[in-house]
Protein backbone atom coordinates (compact mmCIF):
# COMPACT_ATOMS: atom_id res chain seq x y z
CA UNK A 1 0.00 0.00 0.00
CA UNK A 2 1.26 3.58 -1.20
CA UNK A 3 1.85 6.30 1.68
CA UNK A 4 0.53 9.56 1.70
CA UNK A 5 3.76 10.89 0.83
CA UNK A 6 4.64 8.50 -1.68
CA UNK A 7 1.25 9.55 -3.77
CA UNK A 8 1.87 12.95 -4.03
CA UNK A 9 5.16 12.52 -4.89
CA UNK A 10 3.94 10.55 -8.02
CA UNK A 11 1.62 13.52 -8.79
CA UNK A 12 4.34 15.84 -8.50
CA UNK A 13 3.30 17.94 -5.52
CA UNK A 14 6.20 18.77 -2.68
CA UNK A 15 4.92 17.80 0.56
CA UNK A 16 6.29 21.81 1.71
CA UNK A 17 3.82 23.00 -0.89
CA UNK A 18 0.85 20.58 -0.21
CA UNK A 19 1.46 22.20 3.15
CA UNK A 20 1.46 25.79 1.91
CA UNK A 21 -2.35 25.33 -0.20
CA UNK A 22 -3.75 23.88 2.74
CA UNK A 23 -2.88 26.84 5.08
CA UNK A 24 -4.31 29.09 2.09
CA UNK A 25 -7.09 27.60 2.30
CA UNK A 26 -7.83 27.65 5.92
CA UNK A 27 -7.38 31.03 5.18
CA UNK A 28 -9.34 31.75 2.85
CA UNK A 29 -12.54 29.95 3.71
CA UNK A 30 -12.24 31.75 7.22
CA UNK A 31 -12.41 34.92 5.58
CA UNK A 32 -15.25 33.82 2.80
CA UNK A 33 -17.34 32.65 5.81
CA UNK A 34 -18.07 35.91 7.83
CA UNK A 35 -21.81 35.72 8.39
CA UNK A 36 -23.94 38.95 9.77
CA UNK A 37 -25.57 39.35 12.74
CA UNK A 38 -28.96 39.55 11.08
CA UNK A 39 -28.26 36.74 8.90
CA UNK A 40 -27.20 34.56 12.13
CA UNK A 41 -30.43 35.76 13.51
CA UNK A 42 -32.57 34.68 11.05
CA UNK A 43 -30.75 31.01 11.66
CA UNK A 44 -31.35 31.22 15.13
CA UNK A 45 -35.00 32.02 14.92
CA UNK A 46 -35.51 28.74 12.54
CA UNK A 47 -33.34 26.49 14.92
CA UNK A 48 -35.65 27.90 17.40
CA UNK A 49 -39.02 27.16 15.89
CA UNK A 50 -37.34 23.51 14.93
CA UNK A 51 -36.42 22.93 18.54
CA UNK A 52 -40.21 24.48 19.46
CA UNK A 53 -42.04 22.08 17.28
CA UNK A 54 -39.84 18.58 18.15
CA UNK A 55 -41.38 16.90 21.32
CA UNK A 56 -37.83 15.71 22.18
CA UNK A 57 -36.11 19.43 23.03
CA UNK A 58 -34.17 19.77 26.15
CA UNK A 59 -35.68 23.12 27.83
CA UNK A 60 -31.59 23.77 28.37
CA UNK A 61 -31.19 23.84 24.83
CA UNK A 62 -33.35 26.41 24.64
CA UNK A 63 -32.54 28.67 27.19
CA UNK A 64 -28.98 28.54 25.86
CA UNK A 65 -30.40 29.68 22.34
CA UNK A 66 -32.68 32.60 23.73
CA UNK A 67 -29.57 33.67 25.71
CA UNK A 68 -27.34 33.44 22.35
CA UNK A 69 -30.37 35.91 20.76
CA UNK A 70 -30.15 38.10 23.22
CA UNK A 71 -26.27 38.20 22.96
CA UNK A 72 -26.52 38.75 19.11
CA UNK A 73 -28.81 41.25 18.91
CA UNK A 74 -27.10 43.12 21.40
CA UNK A 75 -24.14 43.27 19.53
CA UNK A 76 -26.24 43.86 16.40
CA UNK A 77 -27.74 47.19 18.11
CA UNK A 78 -24.34 48.29 19.01
CA UNK A 79 -23.08 48.03 15.31
CA UNK A 80 -25.94 50.18 13.74
CA UNK A 81 -24.84 53.73 14.38
CA UNK A 82 -27.53 56.75 14.94
CA UNK A 83 -26.94 59.23 12.33
CA UNK A 84 -27.07 62.83 14.42
CA UNK A 85 -29.00 65.98 12.72
CA UNK A 86 -25.56 67.60 11.84
CA UNK A 87 -24.53 64.70 9.17
CA UNK A 88 -27.29 66.35 7.26
CA UNK A 89 -25.79 69.76 6.86
CA UNK A 90 -22.06 68.36 5.56
CA UNK A 91 -21.73 69.71 2.35
Known sequence: MLSTDKII????????????SENEEEV???????ISH???LNHLES?????DS???SLLSDMLILRRLRKDI??????????TTILNFFKC
Do not use: H, I, M, W
Open 9 to 20: SSVGVQPEEREE
Open 28 to 34: DSATSKK
Open 38 to 40: GTA
Open 47 to 51: LLDYL
Open 54 to 56: EEN
Open 73 to 82: CKKENAAKKQ
